[in-house]
C-alpha cells in the first residue's frame, strides 16, 4: 500500500542504572517535568540516534537536497528533515545544518514549482513521484512548518509563503466525508493514513500562528472517529473494514495532538488503547505489517497519554510499551552503517525511509520538536 510512507522506531530503554532527568524535565518551567529515563538507556538510545542522523547526513544527493530514491522522495526528504531537525539541527545551527538547508529548499522549490494540469497550486510534489504523493505533502507541511521558527530571517518568509499554499491545497483537497486521499482532489478515495498525515501537518501550521480553518480540523478528526470499529481499532477507511495495529495508533496519535480525549460516556480512547494493548500481547507488534509506521505512531501517542514516567507498571502504556518494544527496534539497526533495516518486499522503501523513521521515533522522548512535546 502507498500509506507505507508514513514513518518509525525507538530505542531501548533498560531498567536498570541512575536515572537520567529527560528533555522535558530540564526544561525550565515545564509543568510536566517529571519523566525519568534511566542513564544507561538514555546513552543507548543517543547514540542509536547519533549513528542514523550520521547515516542520513551522508546519504543527502549534493545536487538538489533530496533523500531516497524518486518514488517518495518528497515524503523521504521531508522525513530525513524532520529527524535532524529533532536533533538539534536547523538551517543556520547544528552539525547538520548544510543537509537541513539543503532539504528545505528542496520542499520549497518543489512548493514555487509550475504545477502541471492535475496538481493545483501549493501542492508540495515532484513530478517522477508517483508514489502517494499526498502523503508526501503532509509530511512536507510538517518539515516546513517545524523549520519555521528556527529558520533565518530571509528564508522564513519563503517557507511562510509555502505554508500558506500547503494549507490552502489541503483545505480544498478535503472530501465531504471529512477525510483526505493519495491524490489532492475531493473526489478522490479517502482514507485514515492521508487523512492522519495531513491533518497533523495542519496542527504544526496552526502552532507557527497561521490560520487554519477549524471546520476543516473537525470534519478531518469526525472522519477518523467513524473509522472505529467495535473491537477499538480504526479502519484503513469508512469503507474498507480493515482495522491495524498502525492506523489505531495513527488515529489516537492524532486525537492527542488536536487535545481530543475520553469525556464522559466517550470511550474511544480506552478502546483504541485496549486494542493496541492486546496486538502487542498477541505478538504483533513485534512483526506487524508497516511496522516502522505503526510504532511510530504507537510511541507518539503513548508518550502523550502517559509518558510522564518510566517506571515499567500495570497501567502505565507508554512505559510498558517501550519496555517490550524498543529492544526488538533496536536490533534492526546495522552495526556497519548505522541505518536500520528495511521491511521486505512491497513495505521496503530503502533505508533512508526507515532510518528516518527510527531517528524519529527514537527522539520522541526529547522532545525536541514541537509536535513531540507533552
Not at 108 to 128: C, F, H, M, N
Not at 208 to 223: E, K, M, N, Q, W
Not at 274 to 279: N, Q, V
Request: proline share 4%; hydrophobic share 35%.
Amino acid at each position: 500500500m502507498a500509506w507505507a510512507l508514513a514513518l518509525g522506531l525507538l530505542a531501548p530503554v533498560g531498567r536498570g542504572g541512575a536515572a537520567w532527568t529527560s528533555g522535558a524535565e530540564a526544561r525550565e518551567g515545564s509543568p510536566r517535568a517529571i519523566s525519568r529515563e534511566p542513564l544507561e538507556s538514555r546513552l543507548r538510545r543517543r547514540r542509536a540516534i547519533e549513528r542514523g542522523c550520521a547515516f542520513i547526513a551522508r546519504n543527502q544527493e549534493d545536487l538538489g537536497g533530496t533523500f531516497g530514491d524518486v518514488n517518495g522522495v518528497v515524503a523521504i526528504t521531508s522525513l530525513c528533515v524532520l529527524a535532524l531537525m529533532a536533533n538539534g539541527s536547523s538551517d543556520h545551527r547544528g552539525p547538520y545544518r548544510e543537509q537541513v538547508r539543503k532539504g528545505i529548499d528542496f520542499l520549497l522549490a518543489r512548493s514555487e514549482a509550475p504545477k502541471s494540469d492535475r496538481d493545483p497550486p501549493g501542492y508540495i510534489v515532484d513530478g517522477q513521484d508517483q508514489t502517494s504523493r499526498m502523503h508526501g505533502h503532509g509530511f512536507a507541511t510538517l518539515a516546513l512548518a517545524c523549520a519555521l521558527g528556527t529558520s533565518e530571517r530571509d528564508r522564513s518568509a519563503r517557507i511562510r509563503k509555502a505554508l500558506e499554499g500547503a494549507i490552502d491545497c489541503i483545505v480544498k483537497a478535503q472530501a465531504t466525508t471529512g477525510g483526505f486521499g493519495y491524490e489532492p482532489r475531493p473526489d478522490n478515495d479517502h482514507e485514515g493514513s492521508v487523512t492522519v498525515c495531513v491533518a497533523q501537518g495542519l496542527r504544526a501550521a496552526r502552532d507557527t500562528g497561521l490560520h487554519v480553518d477549524s471546520r476543516v480540523i473537525r470534519a478531518g478528526l469526525r472522519y477518523l472517529e467513524k473509522s472505529q470499529n467495535d473491537e477499538g481499532g480504526f479502519n484503513y477507511s469508512l469503507t474498507r473494514q480493515n482495522s491495524t495495529y498502525a492506523l489505531t495508533a495513527a488515529a489516537l496519535s492524532s486525537f492527542f495532538l488536536y487535545g481530543r480525549y475520553e469525556d464522559g460516556a466517550d470511550t474511544r480512547i480506552s478502546r483504541g488503547l485496549k486494542y493496541l494493548r492486546e496486538a502487542i500481547d498477541k505478538g504483533q507488534g513485534a512483526d506487524q505489517p508497516w511496522y516502522y509506521y505503526g510504532h511510530f505512531y504507537a510511541a507518539w501517542a503513548l508518550y502523550q497519554w502517559d509518558g510522564g514516567t518510566w517506571e515499567v507498571r500495570r497501567g502505565n502504556e507508554w512505559a510498558t510499551w517501550q519496555d517490550e518494544i524498543y529492544p526488538h527496534m533496536m536490533a534492526r539497526q546495522l552495526e556497519g552503517d548505522g541505518s536500520f533495516e528495511p521491511e521486505a518486499g512491497r513495505h521496503d522503501y530503502g533505508p533512508l525511509l526507515s532510518t528516518a523513521f527510527a531517528v524519529l521515533t527514537l527522539s520522541i522522548p526529547d522532545e525536541g520538536l514541537p509536535i513531540f512535546q507533552r
